[in-house]
């Protein structure tokens, strides 16, 4: 049976793209049961594209940040999901959300450096020769939570913070691509902070890692 997918975003939705175009093919073994934001980003109109229900919880309607995580947990529990996806979605989700779910962030930097949220923009500042992409399942910290799996991007000379972040892009939606199909088809495996994700890496995302 297929993993029930929800991906949460804010934006774009390009990682959120990949999924729907992973879980075209029922060998994926998850599929994307829904899609929800905290305002009107641009992505959903992709995931209404494909048929998928899609959800706003708007973070400006809640008086505070435990009323708003209790109405994005509802939200997200009448899709009943096996693993919530946060797929740049830009703000931090409170126990309400997380004591029911299985959640995993993507962040576009190789964790614990450069959390937040101008990661990007964080790395160069700081002058680093490699950043990278960082898939992890979340706790209630910033970043925080068991890395699940990273991939390294070089910076080059004359890069600034969009083209770094388009290099980034490109190969932490092949990560997360991988991650959720094994997450789906084979499990993993938690002690103290080490995971262990069972299956192999796809190849895509081994070759970015030379
Ligand atoms: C991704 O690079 C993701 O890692 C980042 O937002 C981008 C979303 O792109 N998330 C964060 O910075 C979270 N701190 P997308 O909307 O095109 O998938």
């Known amino acids: 049976?297929?993993?029930?997918?929800?991906?949460?975003?804010?934006?774009?939705?390009?990682?959120?793209?990949?999924?729907?175009?992973a879980a075209a093919d029922p060998a994926y073994g998850a599929t994307v049961v829904a899609v929800g934001a905290d305002?009107?980003?641009?992505?959903l109109a992709?995931?209404?594209?494909?048929?998928?229900?899609?959800f706003v919880v708007p973070f400006s309607e809640y008086s505070d940040r435990s009323e708003w995580n209790r109405a994005l947990a509802e939200r997200i529990a009448e899709f009943a999901?096996?693993?919530?996806?946060?797929?740049?979605?830009?703000?931090?989700?409170?126990?309400?959300v997380l004591r029911e779910n299985t959640v995993i962030n993507i962040h576009p930097a190789l964790l614990p450096a450069f959390p937040g949220a101008h990661a990007v923009r964080d790395a160069l500042?700081?002058?680093?020769?490699?950043?990278?992409a960082t898939a992890h399942f979340v706790d209630e910290g910033v970043d925080?939570?068991?890395?699940?799996?990273?991939?390294?991007?070089?910076?080059?000379?004359?890069?600034?913070?969009?083209s770094l972040h388009e290099r980034i892009k490109t190969v932490e939606r092949r990560m997360l691509v991988d991650v959720v199909g094994?997450?789906?088809?084979?499990?993993?495996?938690?002690?103290?902070?080490?995971?262990?994700?069972?299956?192999?890496?796809?190849?895509?995302?081994?070759?970015?890692?030379?």
């Open 1 to 21: 049976m297929s993993a029930r997918v929800v991906v949460l975003i804010s934006g774009t939705g390009s990682n959120m793209a990949a999924l729907l175009d």
């Open 39 to 43: 305002r009107a980003a641009a992505g």
């Open 46 to 54: 992709r995931a209404e594209q494909a048929g998928v229900p899609t």
């Open 81 to 96: 999901p096996d693993l919530v996806v946060s797929a740049g979605f830009m703000r931090i989700l409170g126990h309400e």
């Open 125 to 132: 500042d700081y002058g680093v020769k490699v950043t990278g």
């Open 144 to 162: 925080t939570g068991p890395v699940i799996e990273q991939v390294v991007v070089r910076v080059e000379d004359g890069d600034d913070a969009a």
């Open 182 to 210: 094994r997450l789906a088809r084979h499990g993993w495996a938690l002690n103290d902070r080490q995971v262990k994700l069972g299956g192999a890496p796809s190849k895509d995302v081994t070759e970015e890692n030379r």
